[in-house]
């Protein structure tokens, strides 16, 4: 008997052993690697920074959490809250009506057109992609110039003229750094939906028809509650993500900054390690409050 | 009395193949009708004609003499019990039943009041705080029919509803169907592929096969006088004589249905050899082959069973031989 196939025998009759086996190298690196990075950031954000010399105090203190709360640093938390919020709202309004399609009416190559448009801009560098939109929201981007040949470049000077949402041009507006979140990240919206919709059994859908529910009823009182696992973990991707990113808002937007950039800066030119790891812990939190809010509201009890 | 539905020369056509043909059926207000046949005979699109998931390429289905035509499957007076029972996996059996009553608008006390009449009355009383996947399926059968009844439909469509439970307890639900329906007084249509519990639930049969119906009538009639050869083999199993050798016994030139429990092993008859046999509990059914025609015999309880290879001579009564005129198709 080959050696393959004895190690298959002694393995089927030890099954704890092929477990182990299995499970080892994925804990170390869960333990190890990611838990530890992780135990390390946090052991960061509770020391603090020697205002004089620059030098890290390695003290247990909570000062640096108390730093957060200053105006300056909680405006960047609120604003990275508001742009994730309302980016993941959209990802989900606009990828609802796909993953629907998508799991109910497409068939066979239709299909398969679909994963590949859902696919294929993950396939290109997230910065081409990023560099690609600020061509087309420049002010000598794309979009002018379509808007300009169609004559009606006053409803963009009208939109860029609105406070907050507006701006020089699209390319340094909130909304660009929004427009670009919610390409960036849709097709993360998309999926877990699509998966959430294609798990429910077409006669669900005939059964509330059937029992009097017209289309909107159906939607609902069916159709939503039974899709609410998927967009909420559609909804944990890109609120994260949006929550953490540091590219797009440099790329793109306001000179305003978002918690990713304020990482990168204080790790970085700042030198303040510990006020970077407090604010690498703010998404962390702010994920586990919606966790929790969302448990409480029952969007996994039809998991 | 006035038909509660009827099919006029309705074709449900996917693609090229026509999963039912040009059907015409009138089925009774009141009416326990049982749609029969084998697997894609047509019988299942027929019932999603009604219920109004399906909609006729040609022809007409009126419900209560209403063209059904533009009617939405949520603006029709019929409720379905589903094969799988389609039950709310996030919704527990009381809200579950009391669906059909939340989206038409009634106040939560009333449906829910409903809904616990509903379930006593499927004799399934105290589940209403469980969640569909902590039921049985017999359970869970209760309670799709109990989300059905409570809308108090004026026909109840049933698809395959015994299918998935055993043996037992789809006896025992044939029984409560039945007896539900008489003191309901509805219209009940339900789908199957069993004969035996078409024949023992049904007011009336349609037999279907290939999209089309091969029979209507009384269970009685389907079994005794099959319209068809279909028919014949499918419902009981007959035996189906051809043509050559009903021609020499009764001179009429149509294949004839014998039904194996009919046929006694006498001294003189048809002459035919023993091929087989096989114990079924309450009797033995023995296979014999008669001038190149297979047939198989029921021998009650106690009775001799001649060996494999013996011959032996069969006998029938006279009014056992049914001859067929019937279409031939199928």
């Not at chain 1, 909570?62 to 709360?69: D, N, S, W």
């Not at chain 2, 001799?304 to 031989?321: I, K, N, Y």
């Amino acid at each position: 008997m080959s050696l393959p196939m004895r190690l298959s025998d002694a393995l089927w009759r030890r099954p704890r052993v092929l477990l182990l086996l299995l499970l080892v190298p994925p804990l170390l690196w869960l333990g190890i690697v990611y838990l530890g990075s992780l135990f390390a950031l946090l052991a960061q954000s509770f020391f603090s920074i020697d205002e004089f010399s620059g030098l890290i105090n390695y003290e247990f203190t909570l000062r640096t959490y108390g730093e957060l709360f200053r105006a300056a640093n909680l405006d960047i938390i609120l604003r990275t809250l508001v742009i994730a919020a309302a980016v993941t709202i959209a990802a989900a309004v606009i990828a609802f009506p796909i993953a629907f399609y998508a799991a109910r009416y497409a068939r066979g190559r239709w299909k398969a057109l679909f994963y590949l448009g859902i696919m294929l801009p993950l396939w290109s560098s997230y910065l081409v992609k990023v560099y690609a939109w600020k061509l087309i929201l420049a002010r000598e981007g794309i979009l002018n110039w379509l808007l300009e040949t169609l004559h009606l470049d006053w409803l963009l000077a009208a939109y860029l003229s609105l406070p907050v949402l507006g701006g020089n041009s699209l390319s340094v507006s909130w909304t660009g750094t929004f427009l670009v979140f919610l390409y960036v990240w849709l097709p993360f919206m998309i999926l877990p939906i699509q998966a959430a919709l294609e798990r429910i059994p077409p006669s669900m859908l005939e059964a509330a028809g059937d029992l009097g529910a017209d289309r909107g009823q159906t939607l609902r009182y069916v159709i939503l509650p039974l899709a609410l696992p998927g967009i909420v973990a559609g909804s944990i991707f890109t609120f994260s993500l949006t929550l953490g990113d540091y590219i797009i808002p440099q790329i793109i937007g306001t000179s305003a900054r978002m918690i990713g950039q304020a990482v990168y800066q204080f790790q970085g030119t700042a030198g303040n390690i510990p006020l970077a790891a407090a604010f690498a812990v703010v998404p962390i939190v702010i994920m586990g409050i919606y966790l929790t809010v969302a448990r409480r509201l029952g969007a996994f009890d039809a998991l | 009395m006035a038909s509660a539905i009827s099919f006029e020369g309705v074709t449900r056509q996917f693609g090229t193949v026509r999963a039912v043909d040009s059907l015409d059926l009138e089925i009774a207000e009141g009416e326990f009708f049982a749609l029969l046949g084998p697997s894609g005979s047509g019988k299942t699109t027929s019932l999603r004609l009604v219920a109004g998931f399906e909609r006729p390429s040609a022809g007409r289905v009126r419900i209560f003499g209403q063209d059904a035509g533009a009617t939405p499957p949520y603006r029709r007076p019929v409720n379905t019990v589903f094969q799988d029972y389609a039950l709310f996996p996030h919704l527990n059996v009381r809200d579950n039943v009391a669906f059909g009553l939340r989206v038409a608008g009634k106040p939560r006390p009333e449906r829910y009041r409903a809904a616990e009449a509903a379930l006593e009355m499927v004799k399934l009383p105290g589940y209403a705080d469980r969640k569909p996947s902590e039921l049985s399926g017999g359970q869970r059968q209760r309670v799709a029919l109990a989300r059905a009844l409570v809308n108090q439909p004026k026909v109840l469509l049933l698809d395959e509803p015994l299918g998935a439970l055993d043996l037992k307890l789809r006896e025992q639900m044939q029984e409560e169907l039945k007896s539900l329906q008489r003191s309901l007084g509805i219209t009940f249509v339900f789908v199957t592929h069993d004969q035996g519990e078409a024949l023992s639930m049904a007011d009336r049969v349609a037999v279907f096969n290939e999209g089309r119906i091969q029979q209507v009538g009384t269970p009685v009639e389907v079994y005794d006088s099959p319209a068809t050869p279909f028919v014949a083999d499918f419902v009981g199993s007959s035996n189906v004589l051809p043509s050559s050798i009903v021609a020499r016994l009764t001179g009429h030139r149509h294949p004839a249905s014998l039904r194996p429990e009919r046929i006694r092993l006498a001294e003189a008859g048809l002459a035919a050899t023993v091929t087989g046999a096989s114990f079924l509990g309450a009797a033995t059914r023995l296979f014999v082959e008669a001038e190149g025609a297979r047939m198989s015999v029921l021998l009650p309880k106690g009775a001799l069973v001649p060996d494999t290879g013996s011959e032996v001579r069969l006998d029938w009564d006279a009014d056992a031989l049914h001859v067929m005129t019937g279409a031939q198709d199928g």
